[in-house]
């Protein structure tokens, strides 16, 4: 079983609707979880991080994270044809120090 | 605020030479990591140093890969000698000390052997 597991898509929405990507981890220790985007050709940039059972919303995007089920989402509201990228969810083990663990990622695609 | 910085941005060189990668960190910032990144393995953790020190080389994938970090603004990534199976998006990132601190990537080198 991989550490972090992310549907590898393509995810395909509509522009204006809710892409939700999920992943799901293994270490259930884990301490903070991140998500990062990434343009094709591009590096990872960090869209939000979550470390509390719950939802954070920042803008358009909303993280959700449930440590019982180990279970982290990224929701997109109003999704825009920019927002085609690939999604990375890391998350960062027990046991300290500042290694991430990076899920395959997932391919949105929002079409117009 | 200057990010962090990677040189070359592109490299292409043939199989047998050595290849030596460069990093500058966000300053301040007292952890570096170096990942590779390709289609089939993705984005993979090679190394990583806290305060200059290497604490996890477990993923340099054998003896031809070293890294360094003489000091904290500076380290290097070197393949000797290469071989076309290193061909990959080599990208460093730094943060600093604490769970919720994110790592910030460089742009990324483009590696190509030949």
């Known amino acids: 079983q991989k550490e972090v597991e992310q549907n590898s898509g393509p995810l395909s929405v509509p522009e204006g609707a809710i892409a939700s990507l999920n992943c799901t981890y293994s270490?259930?220790?884990?301490?903070?979880f991140f998500w990062y985007r990434q343009y094709s050709g591009k590096s990872p940039e960090l869209i939000m991080f979550?470390?509390?059972?719950g939802d954070k919303e920042d803008g358009r995007f909303t993280a959700q994270l449930n440590k019982a089920s180990q279970y982290v989402s990224l929701l997109i509201r109003d999704s825009q044809p920019s927002d085609s990228a690939t999604y990375l969810c890391?998350?960062?083990?027990?046991?300290?120090?500042?290694?991430?663990?990076f899920g395959a990622g997932t391919r949105l695609a929002v079409h117009p | 605020d200057a990010g962090v910085i990677q040189s070359p941005r592109h490299e292409v060189t043939e199989m047998g030479q050595e290849v030596t990668l460069r990093c500058k960190p966000i300053?301040?910032?007292?952890?570096l990591f170096w990942y590779r990144q390709t289609m089939m393995r993705g984005l993979e953790l090679l190394i990583y140093?806290?305060?200059?020190?290497?604490?996890?080389d477990s993923g340099m994938p054998e003896d031809r890969f070293s890294a360094k970090m003489p000091n904290a603004s500076f380290s290097t990534l070197k393949i000797q000698p290469s071989e076309p199976r290193d061909s990959a998006v080599y990208f460093c990132?730094?943060?600093?000390?604490?769970?919720?601190?994110?790592?910030?990537f460089g742009d990324g080198t483009r590696l190509s052997i030949l």
């Open positions: 979550i470390y509390s059972n």
């Open positions: 140093f806290n305060n200059n020190v290497p604490i996890d």
């Open positions: 890391a998350v960062r083990p027990s046991g300290g120090y500042n290694k991430l663990i």
């Open positions: 300053s301040g910032h007292d952890y």
């Open positions: 990132a730094s943060s600093l000390t604490g769970p919720n601190q994110p790592q910030h």
């Open positions: 270490d259930r220790g884990s301490q903070s």
